[in-house]
């Protein structure tokens, strides 16, 4: 047992020595600040709801309507609409600057209805008018189907925006909590690999420990390490007013994937012998993992989302099909582990 | 060029040998497989969440197939009950939707609105003649900047779109398609490196060395099967997609030379195998970051043009581009592969590549070789004005990352970080030189302060009219760079903080890190005081 935490012991030292900590953690950090900030932007500027709330009445436009409908329900989203007789009217005032766009009177066509819209020709301006402008459009839409007796379900639902909600707990936590395991897989590769292309495995092996041991040794230092990085994301997030339910069954969940892949990386290694081969096969590997597990609608991803959010059907149970892949996988390396000698 | 050949040839043979025979390429076409066969079948199903909303229901209503629900049948008194003990997040009994007043619930009301909308549009587009279930047809007309030509001839031709069915635009899909560009890239890069570290490993570089060889003819023989390959990956993705191949490999070349030259820098700085991976995945984030970012803003604001995935997102779209906006990302590109290509034959020494040092230190070491080539005096100037770009790129990751912040901290927190890069890049290179002895006096320090901050000047001027003359929304580069072209107070000021910094470490001994705090605190009063109209 001395000797296998001595191992353990020396992996760790070795990574907070090397200062390599340092770089997985400032990765993790800008991962997780770059993706909320390109949540933020994409907010502000692709959704309707928070254009609206922060410009809502300063987008103006100009109505040439008798027929008030489409215009009433554009003040309802909260746009500020001005009513013009004419055409020609709404388009000089648009070059007078006072409004942005104009929508014309509706015309009946064939049994369609037609309206022409006026937007500026600089794409900024015109995608952002038309984002705000599309609820409306589609609400008046279904105004005219009632008109033709045709019924659609479901229209007056309101709620919340969900997207920030719907990041933090299906993107941001399992991204966080996975990470780290990611992280621990390659660091396996890297430490065992690294014994063999340097020749120091035989040194190694002549202290009393067994070629498993120093593969199991090498394998914890990893998961330690990621379990720790683990602890620091959810202190960090609780801190930051996100609830966090599970929080027992989420690094479980964690330690059991972080054992996953970096087992995994370590039979990768353990037959391939280089560090090449190794990485680029655990690479492959990680996104098929991913891919596979989707399909199988066995997710880890999934169930991470779900104990986050307390959801009532999900707990710890879950969690035991991947700690028995887990299992079997380590079964599988103890017992091809011989070949790194080879 | 035989030479390059030559290596270029060694390389191609490494990877032969490395690949070849057992079970290695079997296994890779096996997990090419299984990823292909994943995306395909991915393709639709790719959405934000997985059963993060439990949904109740009961009666008639629509198939529910959304990896976001999670769906149960209940009967109406069983789906008020669970819903009130939060087992379900919303009931659907029948046409009507029931939910809880508290946040979760009312996210899945509007997850659902945005799902059920599309449900009923099938439903009525099914079972209603096309003209009653899409009755509204809207004429876009885009409106010309001047009056006269206003009516008389359209700045573009009508577009007539069915509003229910026609998403306003957002770059998502075209974005995700420019990264299936990008994923070879990264993925090479592996190879790449590994062939330096093999080199290294296996303590053949003294004898390639001694080759009658340079340096700079066995990095480009390393790299040119990886080009030839990611040249190729390019022109096929760009051929099943259906755009022009020479367009994609003119957008796409320059943004592959610039991954190759970060990825040159992984091999030449690592001590441990676990460095390369830790650095690779940095580099990777934030190359990554720096891509996507602003092409997500696409037609939304023109700074997006600082990524060639701009570009690739318009060819998408089929939205013409000119000359300048291909330059905006491409030139700042050309010059760090042809600054890394630099840096690259300086670091390429045994002693260099040998050395386990701290990370510091060997970067200390590789700016000390980039020096060591001509005069102090040259070589100083031509260093500020060269890493410019660099610096350029650094700073809006910076912004990026800034953008998480209060919103009163952004502008704070982005020239604080600014400052300090600057300051770094001016200084870093004098402290080193002065560490080996090279420069020595109090006018020697000056002289370089002042010519360390006139290369810079001239290379973040020239940056700027650049960006100004390409970009009409050039306000935050102006914000970043210094806006003005007011030359002598800023070639003043740059002198003066280089010279404190530099003058504190050196004469006074000052850690560095001390001295370069106080410099950049005194450089960031002074972009505050510019900022609000000082001079």
Not at chain 1, 162 to 168: H, K
Not at chain 2, 312 to 317: G, I, L, T
Not at chain 2, 341 to 347: D, E, H, K, N, V
Request: proline fraction near 4%.
């Amino acid at each position: 047992m001395i000797p296998f935490l001595a191992v353990v012991k020396k992996e760790l030292a070795s990574v907070i020595r090397d200062r390599t900590i340092v770089i997985s953690i400032l990765i993790q950090l800008f991962i997780a600040s770059f993706s909320s900030a390109l949540l933020l932007g994409m907010l502000s500027l692709y959704d309707s709801d928070t254009i609206l709330q922060f410009s809502g009445a300063g987008i103006r436009i100009g109505v040439v309507s008798s027929d008030n409908m489409l215009g009433s329900l554009m003040k309802e989203r909260g746009l500020t609409t001005i009513q013009y007789p004419t055409l020609t009217e709404a388009n000089a005032a648009y070059y007078r600057g006072e409004v942005l766009a104009i929508v014309d009177t509706p015309q009946d066509a064939n049994g369609l209805t037609e309206i022409k819209l006026y937007l500026p020709e600089s794409d900024t301006a015109s995608s952002l008018i038309r984002m705000v402008i599309q609820e409306p459009l589609k609400q008046y839409e279904n105004y005219l189907r009632e008109e033709k007796g045709i019924d659609v379900r479901y229209t007056d639902l309101k709620g919340k925006p969900a997207t920030s909600f719907e990041f933090v707990y299906s993107v941001l936590i399992p991204m966080l909590m996975f990470f780290p395991a990611f992280v621990a897989g390659s660091m396996s590769v890297d430490s065992i690999t690294e014994e063999v292309e340097n020749n120091t495995l035989q040194t190694l092996l002549s202290a009393p420990l067994t070629l498993n041991g120093m593969i199991g040794a090498k394998i914890v230092a990893s998961i330690i390490l990621a379990i720790l990085q683990c602890i620091a994301w959810l202190t960090l997030l609780q801190l930051n007013g996100t609830a966090i339910q599970n929080v027992g069954w989420i690094l479980l969940l964690a330690l059991i994937v972080a054992g996953i892949t970096s087992t995994s990386a370590a039979l990768g290694a353990v037959l391939l012998k280089d560090r090449e081969r190794s990485q680029f096969i655990y690479s492959l590997m990680l996104l098929a993992a991913a891919a596979i597990s989707t399909l199988l609608n066995l997710s880890p991803i999934t169930v991470m989302s779900r104990l986050a959010v307390g959801d009532a059907f999900t707990s710890g149970w879950n969690i035991v099909v991947f700690a028995v892949f887990l299992a079997g996988l380590y079964f599988l390396l103890s017992k091809t582990s011989r070949r790194l000698l080879v | 060029m035989n030479q390059i050949l030559v290596i270029a040839w060694r390389e191609v043979t490494r990877l032969r040998k490395r690949f070849g025979g057992g079970a290695s390429p079997l296994a890779v076409l096996l997990l090419l497989a299984v990823l292909g066969l994943s995306a395909y079948y991915l393709r639709d199903t790719v959405s934000l969440g997985s059963g993060l909303y439990r949904v109740g229901v009961s009666g008639d209503v629509p198939p529910i197939n959304d990896s976001r629900f999670a769906v149960m049948e209940v009967d109406a008194e069983e789906g008020k009950a669970f819903l009130d003990d939060h087992t379900i997040d919303v009931f659907i009994n029948g046409s009507d939707v029931i939910s809880r007043a508290d946040d979760k619930s009312q996210f899945a009301v509007r997850a659902l609105k945005q799902y059920m909308e599309r449900a009923e549009l099938i439903r009525v587009g099914n079972s209603y003649a096309e003209a009653d279930a899409f009755p509204l047809r809207v004429g876009v007309n885009y409106l010309g900047a001047e009056q006269a030509s206003a009516g008389s001839e359209a700045a573009k031709p009508e577009e007539i779109i069915i509003p229910s069915i026609t998403p306003p635009p957002a770059p998502f899909a075209q974005v995700l398609i420019t990264l299936i560009y990008i994923m070879p890239i990264t993925f090479i890069s592996i190879f790449f490196t590994s062939s330096f570290m093999d080199e290294k490993v296996n303590r053949r570089l003294t004898i390639l060395l001694s080759a009658p060889i340079t340096p700079f003819q066995i990095i480009l023989g390393k790299m040119l099967p990886y080009t030839i390959f990611a040249l190729s990956t390019t022109a096929i993705i760009a051929w099943v997609t259906n755009v022009s191949v020479p367009l994609a490999l003119a957008i796409f070349a320059p943004t592959m030379f610039f991954i190759f030259a970060i990825y040159l820098m992984v091999p030449l700085f690592y001590r441990t195998f676990k460095d390369t991976t830790f650095i690779a995945m940095l580099v990777t984030t934030l190359t990554t970051a720096y891509l996507i970012f602003p092409a997500m803003f696409t037609n939304v604001n023109d700074l997006s043009y600082i990524s060639p995935l701009t570009l690739a997102v318009k060819m998408y779209r089929g939205e013409p581009f000119g000359w300048r906006e291909y330059l905006f990302p491409s030139l700042p590109m050309a010059a760090i592969f042809g600054f890394a290509m630099f840096a690259g034959t300086r670091m390429l020494n045994e002693e260099f590549l040998m050395g386990y040092k701290p990370l510091t230190r060997k970067v200390n070491d590789a700016i000390y070789l980039m020096l060591a080539h001509s005069k102090p005096y040259i070589s100083v100037p031509l260093w500020s004005l060269l890493v410019v770009p660099v610096i350029y790129l650094t700073q809006i990751i910076l912004l990026a990352f800034a953008t998480n912040l209060p919103v009163r901290l952004i502008l704070g927190f982005t020239l604080l970080g600014s400052a300090m890069l600057e300051e770094i890049v001016k200084t870093v290179g004098i402290v080193v030189l002065a560490e080996r002895g090279v420069v020595k006096s109090f006018r020697e320090i000056l002289g370089l302060s002042f010519l360390s901050g006139l290369g810079f000047l001239i290379g973040e001027k020239l940056l700027l009219v650049l960006s100004i003359s390409m970009v009409s929304e050039a306000r935050v580069a102006g914000a970043l760079f210094g806006a003005g072209l007011l030359l002598f107070v800023p070639l003043i000021s740059h002198f003066i903080f280089t010279a404190i910094i530099t003058l504190l470490r050196i004469k006074l001994k000052f850690p560095y890190i001390i001295a370069l705090g106080i410099g950049t605190i005194i450089h960031f009063f002074y972009n505050v005081y510019i900022l609000r109209g000082g001079f």
